[in-house]
């Protein structure tokens, strides 16, 4: 399953045996964990979260940015637990001062995702160890930077032409790579998720077969583990 946040929650791509992809809304992703017969799980969201940052940040989003080209914008940084779980912007920024170095604020883009990262981060450290072994931070851009060979150059759309050639790129790499079918890539997206949400998802999905696999690379290369044991690596 791959899986990504949206705004009515988190929107997923299943495929089967028989290669058909079917796509599934959820307002939790608790909802999309108990899903029956799925081995892997690949969400766009940071999964294992370090109670300190270093200079060059959490490990996943230095090892990968480099490998973006210009899409290395499309990696947000992520801050440490303290400052995902505070619940106003200015505590978290205070939060995520206090625990790096240097000292780093947080980004409203960043922050408006925390409900996310809680989301997943509460289920995964309460549930069974079982389901830590099938929940997998990956990224899009990681992977359609994989599936071309080098990173892609056109952003995926601009407020101008939100159906423009980036999403257009995307849609014939994961036809040609990722074998969906054309039709399946431009149908409308679920109420609550956009068309980028489901070609990300898409993108997810892919991610999800190399790991079940053994084909999917972790970044950095040798992943590191929170204090409660979650690993944390995007993988593509």
Not at 13 to 27: I, N, P, Y
Request: hydrophobic share 45%.
């Amino acid at each position: 399953m791959g899986v990504d946040g949206c705004p009515g929650g988190w929107i997923a791509v299943l495929r089967g045996s028989d290669g058909r992809a079917e796509v599934v809304r959820a307002a939790l992703f608790a909802e999309l964990a108990a899903v029956p017969d799925v081995d892997v799980i690949a969400v766009d969201m940071p999964v294992g979260l370090p109670e300190r940052i270093g200079p060059a940040g959490r490990g996943p989003e230095a090892a990968l940015r480099p490998k973006l080209g210009g899409r290395q914008s499309a990696v947000f940084s992520v801050p440490s637990r303290s400052a995902v779980f505070a619940a106003e912007y200015r505590a978290a920024c205070d939060a995520a001062s206090a625990t790096s170095d240097p000292p780093r604020k947080v980004s409203k883009q960043a922050f408006f995702l925390f409900p996310k990262i809680r989301e997943i981060d509460v289920l995964l450290r309460s549930g069974d160890g079982a389901l830590r072994m099938r929940v997998f931070e990956c990224h899009p851009e990681g992977a359609f930077a994989a599936m071309n060979g080098e990173p892609l150059d056109t952003p995926k759309k601009v407020k101008s032409r939100p159906h423009g050639p980036g999403l257009d790129a995307r849609r014939t790499l994961l036809a040609e790579v990722a074998g969906f079918d054309p039709d399946f890539l431009r149908m409308p997206p679920p109420r609550g998720a956009a068309s980028d949400d489901l070609l990300d998802a898409c993108a997810c999905l892919w991610t999800a077969e190399r790991l079940r696999d053994g084909l999917a690379v972790p970044h950095p290369a040798v992943p590191d583990r929170d204090a409660h044991g979650l690993s944390i690596a995007i993988w593509t």
